[in-house]
């Protein structure tokens, strides 16, 4: 655990600079740290980044050889991207230095609860739905106004950023990845754990090392904490005996002794041998059955953290979901085009697959993560898809998982989006639905998930009549 007061006049090393970590450089220096910048890009790679800080007394450490000597820090500061097992920042360990990253400093100084989210997939929709919730009902409360809710982590604001702000009545929401927790030693006041698959095998270096970093997130719970878990799903259900606290539970699927669960097409919050309704499946905007997991687990959180009913059922009823993810774009010529840019592995592809029974077009493939396609392509067999559009280093993985079936239609010769969106309104027929969910990652072709979406919705918005 890291003090305030420990950073000052040491030698701090912060490994790779990125968004995250200019927030991090700020703070750092504010404490008189003698920092070091260790990256593997040139100056003139980093350059908005380092105009961000071009006015700070830090030095730098560029290029291949970046991770060369880490043993003259006291304290390095690793960025999410950096796998935290890789050798070289183990020798440091090793040998004596200290290990953390702006999360993890985070957690040590950071005056207030903290509500922690994580999972494979849904944790930007769960952490902001549960942020909306809790504001909502402070808005209402006029006991509460001078709380604060703040929301962070792989979504929102570096947390670093509004730590100096926290007082200790505020609430952080953080939505936290494996490559944040793999390192903590410490656990958030209430932990949701959403659905547990594989992803980021390109990072981790098993299966078994991806669960174990997010068991980070309950392990070092105290008995005054409190966990919120799916129930709906093995790995997830395992998290329950890694922690002292008492559980929560939500499903979709079944109901729960005590927590959050869908019942005859009705959201229901039971605690205390009370059952209270929150709203029909119906009255939500958002699509797809895997959202009444997000939901459930949303209203569940929102309520242990303090927030009354009426908050919860008119947020949840009112909240439209993220960008990005299976977002309505434009209805045109009666076809209908969904932006699930975000999708960047298999198991949010089925889900944005299952959340529609009308003939779908669906737009598939990217960067490579290392995924396996198998279940996709039987879901895609078995489901209304008419026509897989495919670009990117994955489409033919994804072509061969579907095994040949003849009766969807493949087009697998898409040099760029735009063509692609153009095949789907040629083959595409009134109420058919058009979904950009790649499965894959974008980095062959755009900076990030966010750059893809925003080239398809572009193209859909720039669509006219002839």
């Not at 790779?16 to 003139?44: H, P, Y």
């Not at 903590?184 to 299966?207: C, F, G, N, T």
């Not at 991806?210 to 259900?237: C, G, H, M, R």
């Not at 008492?246 to 927590?259: A, I, L, P, Q």
Request: a negative charge.
């Amino acid at each position: 655990m890291i003090n305030i007061y420990d950073l000052k006049n040491q030698k701090v090393g912060i490994l790779g600079l990125g968004e995250e970590n200019i927030a991090l450089v700020k703070f750092l220096i504010q404490q008189d740290v003698q920092l070091t910048i260790c990256d593997r890009k040139s100056r003139q790679e980093l350059g908005q980044y380092l105009e961000q800080i071009k006015d700070l007394p830090v030095q730098f450490r560029l290029g291949e050889n970046y991770l060369e000597g880490l043993e003259d820090f006291e304290i390095l500061f690793r960025t999410p991207g950096l796998p935290y097992l890789n050798s070289k920042i183990q020798k440091a360990k090793n040998n004596g230095v200290i290990i953390s990253s702006e999360m993890k400093l985070f957690f040590d100084l950071c005056p207030c609860p903290i509500v922690g989210v994580t999972g494979t997939k849904g944790k930007g929709t769960t952490t902001t739905l549960i942020s909306e919730i809790l504001k909502n009902f402070k808005f209402q409360i006029s006991n509460f106004k001078n709380i604060n809710i703040y929301l962070g982590g792989n979504i929102g604001n570096p947390p670093i950023e509004f730590l100096e702000k926290l007082t200790k009545d505020d609430i952080v929401v953080l939505e936290l990845s494996s490559f944040q927790l793999q390192d903590m030693e410490k656990s958030p006041h209430i932990a949701v754990v959403l659905d547990i698959k594989v992803d980021h095998l390109d990072y981790h270096q098993s299966r078994q090392e991806y669960i174990e970093s997010k068991i980070n997130i309950v392990k070092f719970q105290t008995k005054n904490d409190l966990t919120v878990i799916n129930a709906d799903y093995l790995t997830s259900f395992e998290f329950g005996a890694q922690t002292p606290t008492k559980t929560y539970w939500f499903s979709r699927r079944k109901s729960v002794d005590e927590g959050c669960f869908v019942e005859n097409n009705e959201i229901i919050l039971r605690i205390n041998d009370e059952d209270l309704p929150i709203c029909k499946t119906s009255e939500v905007i958002l699509k797809g059955e895997h959202n009444l997991e997000n939901i459930c687990a949303a209203v569940l959180t929102s309520y242990l953290a303090g927030a009354d009913l009426e908050s919860i059922k008119t947020t949840v009823k009112s909240f439209k979901g993220l960008e990005h993810r299976l977002e309505f774009v434009r209805s045109f010529k009666g076809i209908n085009f969904y932006n699930d840019s975000f999708s960047t592995t298999p198991d949010t592809t089925i889900a944005a697959i299952n959340s529609f029974k009308s003939p779908i077009i669906l737009l598939v493939g990217g960067s490579e993560k290392n995924s396996d396609f198998k279940e996709l392509g039987q879901i895609i067999k078995n489901s209304t898809v008419k026509a897989i559009i495919s670009i990117g280093q994955t489409a033919s993985k994804i072509i061969d998982a579907i095994d040949g079936d003849h009766s969807i239609e493949i087009i697998d010769t898409i040099k760029s989006m735009e063509e692609a969106v153009n095949f789907a309104l040629e083959i595409g027929q009134k109420d058919d639905v058009v979904i950009l969910s790649p499965a894959s990652a974008s980095f062959d072709r755009y900076k990030n998930y966010k750059e893809r979406g925003e080239t398809f919705k572009k193209i859909i918005l720039d669509l006219k009549d002839e």
